[in-house]
Structure formats: C-alpha cells, structure tokens
RNA sequence: GCCGACGUAGCUCAAUUGGCAGAGCAGCUGACUUGUAAUCAGCAGGCUAUCGGUUCAAGUCCGAUCGUCGGCUCCA
C-alpha cells in the first residue's frame, strides 16, 4: 500500500502525493525557481527542514530569505558551515553556540590560541569549499543518553552543558554533514549548496554564556545573505554608517574631543556648545509648559547621605569618591539625593503636589573601561533630570504627562523610538508589593495611552520600575534615553512628607525621568542622526558670506551683522581664498546656508544663495532671505 | 575589568630584512583679486603614546603601563 500525501499549499489549493514527499519536492513541483529559493517550510505551524519527510497530512508554507524566520535559518546554517570549517582548520576546537543575529550570526569556539585575521580568511575559503561540496544536512534524534555519549566521545563539553540544562521533554536533535555532527534543533538550509554570499566580518572574545566568571571564547562574527548583491549592498551600507559615526564626525566638524588623560569625560568645543545651549533652550520651553521648577545640587556630597540613600549599597563600584577633612565624600552619580534635599527644605500640603523639580545635573559613573564609546557611552554626562514629587493617586497622570512631553521632545528632531518595562530586579530594595503595584501602574498607563512596549523582566532600577525610550543609532544599535522609574523607596529612606486632606502626614510617591537621558549621548545620536547636516536651528553655523574679492568684504560684514542682530549664526570668510575654495569649505562643514557676494549683488543690494542640500540658488533678495531663515530657525523646521 | 587589534605632525596616512622619520591636507608668509566643491610658490611643523629592555643601531624586536577601536545581551 502506498502512503499518500496530502498537502495543502498557503492559498488553499490542495496536492496529493504518493510515497515519501519533502517540501522541496513540492517547492519544485511549483516552480524551479521556488525551488532555487526556498529555505525553510513551515508544516502544520512547526518549521521542518525542506529535505524532511511531510507528514501524511500537511498545511505547507514554503519561506524564502524574504521572511524573517527562514532568514535566521539561513544564517544560523552559515554559522554551522563556519564551525565546520573550524573544526577542520584547527582540531581540538570545542564548539559553544552559534546563533543568528541581526544581520548575521557568530558562532563561539574554545580553542588554544586566539584568531587572526589572516584565520578568518582561511576559514572562510574553507566554507567556500564546503559549500561548493554541496552536503546535505541530515537530521538525527536521539535520545538524551546517547547525546551526550556521542558528544563526550566528540569531546564537547559545552554542548553537553547544554543537553543538560535542556528541559526533560525536550526532543535532543542533531545535524550531520558529512563528518561534521552538531546539536541544533534546526531547521536547517537542507543542502550546503544553498549559502550564498557570506562574509566573516570580525572576530572578538566572548565570555561563556555571557559572564566573566566563565571561559573567554572566540567569537567569530559574520553576515550572509542569499543574493552576491544584497551582501554587497550591506558591506556598503557598513561603509556608510563609519562615515556618519558621530566620533569621525565630532572630530571633522570640532564639535567635541575626548582626552586621554579624561576618559569617557568629553570636551565640547565651541561648535558642540552651540549645538548643547540650542538643544538647552527647547527643553527648557517645553518643560516650562508643563511647569517643572528647575534646581541646581552639589556635584559633590558626605557619603553618609549616599548610604541613606541605598547608592553605596547599591551603586558603590560604579562611584567615584574623594576624602575631605578625614571625611569620604562622592562624586554624585545620580541627581536623586540632593532632590531630597531640596524637598526637605519644606513642609508641603497635598494642594502642593505634584511638585515637578527639574534639574540639568552633571553626572559621573566608573563605567568599565572597555566599554566607553564616544558620547554614547561615557563616565562623566548630564543628565536631563527631574523629580516629581505626588500623590499615589496622581502616578498615572504624571506619568502620562511625561511620556506626552517625551514624544513631544523626540518629534522635533523627527526620532523614532521604541518603549520598553523593566521589572523587579534581583538586587532590588522595596516589598514584593510595593513593586507589583508600580508595576501595574506603569502597565497601565501605557495601556491607556495605546504604546506599544516591550517587557524586561528584572531589568529596573534597585529602587524601582522603569520605562525606557530607546532610540536606534546608524549601525541600528539601540541606546536608552529617556526614562521614566517609579521610586517608592527615597520618599521613604528620607522621610518625605506632605500634609493630606485629614491633617495627617502621608508619603509622596517620586518619579525620576530623564528625555535627552545624557545630554551628550543624545547629541551623539542626533550627529549619527543627521550625518552633522543639522536641521538650521541647531547648525553651529547657520549662515556664511562668501564674498568674491576684498571690495566685497564691506557689504558682508554689513550683512552679517543685520543676521546677528535678528539671531541667526552667521560668518564671513573673508580669506584671500577663491569662491569655489570657500564653498568647498562651507560645504564640508555642512553649513545649511552660503551667500555668495560680488560686484552685482553689491550694486543689486542682494546675495546669491546657495544651499547645501540643493546647491546654487541664484540671486535672491536679503530681506526675503532673512526673514524666511528665521521663521524656519522659530519653528525648528527639520 | 576580560579577549584581540591598534597608537608616527592639528588631520589622513607612508617609512624594505632593524640602518638618516616622509607626503597630502590644515597652518604661517608672499604673489594673484578671484563667480558656485580645492590658485601658485615658499616656510614651518616630531622625545614615533609613556616607561624599561635587547642591539653597533629600534617607529620597527621584547616587556610593562596608559589610551583608542571591535566584542563580552542574542542560547542547541
């Protein structure tokens, strides 16, 4: 009797097939090309390998590299390829993982001397050559006992760490190619043949499933994509991303610089500066409408009141500290204390809350060293803080009010942002309860405002739950700026205060949030943003005059001063230099407006315009001129 | 902090097996008086990150320190 197979395809359509039938026997019946294509299949909703026998009654989706699953198959198979040749490369290598990432995948291995480049290269002929072998991957389960046997023969220790914290009933699959045998619970790409256009981009240590008590492994990272031209267009993306990288940037346009004899602390330079007041000015005026007070605290303060705090508990490896007159006094890492203090200065009734203090507070954490980076990740930041000092009952519009003022904020420099929970951490101080009921509070305000999150179980702060705004840099990694926490635990450490309605002292509720986070990490990520072509209003220069001969420096000091006067950023280049030289100038500085004057715009009384996105205007009148940069310089245009 | 790579003029980069540290840009001086992305000529610019070692000789080789860069979250 022969076994039929019914499959039923994505659009409805029904085919029978007899005897053993794979997904990529149907991708072919379909079309040659689909069967080129395709990667993965999902089967009745699971993801089977296209070379799997199809169950006798299968609902069938054939998944090309277009859809993300079947992507991270694809890559996860390279990576299996690249330990492959590894392991042929340099016997005696211990496999780790290897999983897909964005973009690529990597695949960690214990091995006796670390990787060079030149390594990389051979590894990677090497998987040329498997590829073109074209081996299937053949699928084996087997039972939990004869895994590990096999691996311990194998000699792979790490992967017999894994069967073993693998749940009971978890299936033990692996994958043989060739001689090659690798636990995985697949799907995998079927044959070899089928990687394409890869790429081993890097090659970094990396500690045993994350922590530094563990091995340090060798972690090769690469991309792979199943078209030459899309693998080409991503390493040409990379290139694009160096050059909009804010460090080259800061440096080119002398925005900023980091010292060695500073690290992680960064000097703005004037252009920087120009850059810090502007961005200063708007949160000031948004802030005013919603009626924050802003103060100033010391930058430094006794230890004591960080113990009160919980910070020298909690925060301690991370802060610097100083001895004074036999006393230990700390670099304040967070703005939180001295907010305390400033509310102790007071009684409050509850007519007073919600008492919103605002402070831009210079801020200095001991971050590890290898993990500075630019302003993104820095020792010494100012933070956008404030406090708010409520009742229980207000959290929700509080809240409510800052996330309104966030998105108002990121909307101006036309950021896109993602909204994510933390919840209770391990090293955390406060009841069970306490923390439940944050959370809930949070949860639901951003329920009610219709926000998209994502939840990090454990991921908040020790003294509270939080809401972070994440905003993606050029090479698309994520960095947190904004953030909303809940804090029920310095209201109480400091015995704050505030008379109710029945003549009775009651605990306010404090919220800390930051918009910008640090301000310098934020104008990292604005100058990535903008590739330094700043919308006017933040342009450290907004404006130059360009005049053709010295009998033209007159008339643009004349014009330059009428800019001044009506607040817009303007110079003259006034050097013995030709016009195209100075444009050339202008233009890599990427100042959004050059005025060309000569002997016509003299007589004309005009300037000829030039922008930098759209190059020569031609003549235009002055007035006109000036009063439209200034409406756009008003309204923040992007 | 850990693993790896790197550190030469303000910037970008050269310098053969260890053999006199060099170029372009920027800067300064002068000439040219300039019309939409680089005018020409000249001058100056350095304790090769720092400290120590090997050597007749070190930018180059060895060791330490400091800093920078890429990673150290992605779970078979």
Redesign the pocket.
């Known amino acids: 009797m022969s076994q039929v197979t019914e499959v039923i395809l994505k659009d409805g359509s029904v085919r029978e097939f007899s005897g053993k039938v794979t997904a990529l026997d149907v991708a072919r019946e379909i079309s040659g090309r689909l069967a080129k294509e395709v990667i993965t299949a999902r089967v009745n909703g699971k993801l089977y390998d296209i070379n799997r026998p199809l169950p006798a009654k299968a609902e069938l989706e054939l998944l090309t590299f277009d859809d993300p699953e079947a992507r991270d198959i694809y890559r996860h198979s390279t990576a299996h390829v690249m330990a492959q040749a590894v392991k042929e490369l340099f016997p005696g290598t211990k496999?780790a993982?290897?999983?897909?990432?964005?973009d690529g995948f990597y695949y960690d291995f214990d091995m006796e001397r670390?990787l060079?480049?030149e390594d990389l290269e051979k590894i990677e002929q090497r998987m040329q050559e498997l590829v073109g072998q074209d081996i299937e991957f053949e699928r084996m389960v087997m039972s939990r006992q004869e895994?590990v046997e096999m691996f311990r023969k194998l000699g792979e220790d790490y992967?017999i760490e894994?069967?073993e914290?693998?749940p009971e009933e978890?299936?033990?699959?692996?994958y043989r190619k060739g001689d090659f045998i690798?636990?995985?619970?697949?799907p995998h790409v079927g044959r070899s043949s089928r990687i394409r256009a890869f790429k081993l981009t890097?090659?970094?240590?990396?500690?045993w499933?994350?922590?530094?008590e563990n091995a340090?492994l060798?972690?090769v990272?690469g991309t792979v994509f199943a078209k030459k031209s899309q693998l080409e267009e991503h390493l040409e993306m990379l290139e694009e991303a160096k050059k909009r990288?804010h460090?080259r940037l800061g440096?080119?346009l002398d925005l900023f610089s980091?010292s060695?004899d500073a690290?992680?602390m960064p000097t703005l330079h004037p252009n920087g500066v120009v850059i810090w007041n502007e961005l200063l000015k708007l949160w000031r005026e948004e802030h005013d409408k919603d009626c924050y007070r802003e103060i100033r605290t010391p930058l430094i303060l006794d230890k004591r009141l960080w113990e009160q705090s919980g910070h020298w508990e909690n925060f301690r490896e991370n802060m610097y500290t100083t001895e004074v007159d036999e006393k230990t006094f700390c670099l304040k890492p967070m703005n939180c204390p001295g907010a305390m203090l400033y509310y102790q200065t007071n009684h409050y009734s509850y007519r007073d809350l919600p008492l919103r203090t605002a402070e831009l507070g210079l801020v200095h954490r001991h971050e590890?060293?290898?993990?500075?980076?630019?302003l993104l990740r820095v020792r010494a930041f100012t933070q956008d803080d404030a406090h708010i000092f409520m009742l229980p009952e207000q959290i929700g519009q509080e809240v409510g009010k800052v996330i309104d003022l966030v998105d108002r904020m990121y909307k101006v420099f036309g950021l896109e942002y993602r909204v994510e929970l933390s919840t209770q951490p391990e090293k955390s101080m406060g009841t069970k309860e306490q923390w439940d009921n944050a959370i809930a509070a949070l949860e639901k305000v951003l329920e009610e405002k219709q926000i998209p999150y994502k939840l990090n179980p454990g991921d908040g702060a020790f003294y509270g739950p939080k809401i972070d705004f994440h905003i993606l840099d050029c090479?698309k990694?994520s960095w947190q700026c904004s953030t909303i926490q809940l804090d029920f635990q310095l209201p109480e450490r400091f015995d704050l205060t505030y008379i109710g309605e029945d003549g009775q002292k009651h605990r306010p509720v404090t919220v800390h949030r930051v918009v910008y986070g640090a301000v310098e990490r934020f104008m990292g990520i604005l100058i990535e943003h903008f590739a330094g072509a700043f919308p006017t209003w933040l342009a450290p220069v907004q404006v130059k005059l360009l005049p053709?001969?010295?009998?033209h420096h007159d008339y643009c000091h004349k014009l330059q001063h009428k800019l001044t006067e009506a607040g817009v950023r303007a110079v003259v280049d006034d050097?013995?230099?030709?016009?195209?030289?100075k444009?050339?100038q202008a233009?890599?500085e990427k100042v959004p407006y050059?005025l060309?004057?000569?002997?016509?715009?003299v007589e004309d009384g005009t300037v000829?315009?030039?922008t930098?996105g759209e190059?020569?205007k031609?003549?235009t009148d002055f007035a006109g001129f000036l009063e439209m940069i200034a409406l756009e310089i008003s309204q923040r245009s992007l």
């Open positions: 496999l993982i290897g999983p897909a990432i964005q670390p060079s480049s895994a992967k894994l069967i914290q693998l978890e299936e033990i699959s692996c690798d636990l995985c619970s697949g890097s090659v970094a240590g990396a500690y499933r994350g922590s530094e340090m060798q972690r990272y990288d460090r440096k080119d980091i060695e690290p992680g590890l060293s290898g993990v500075l980076h630019g090479l990694r053709i001969a010295d009998r050097r013995n230099e030709k016009v195209g030289y444009i050339r233009q890599t050059m060309v004057a000569g002997d016509k715009e000829s315009l030039r930098r190059g020569d031609g003549s």
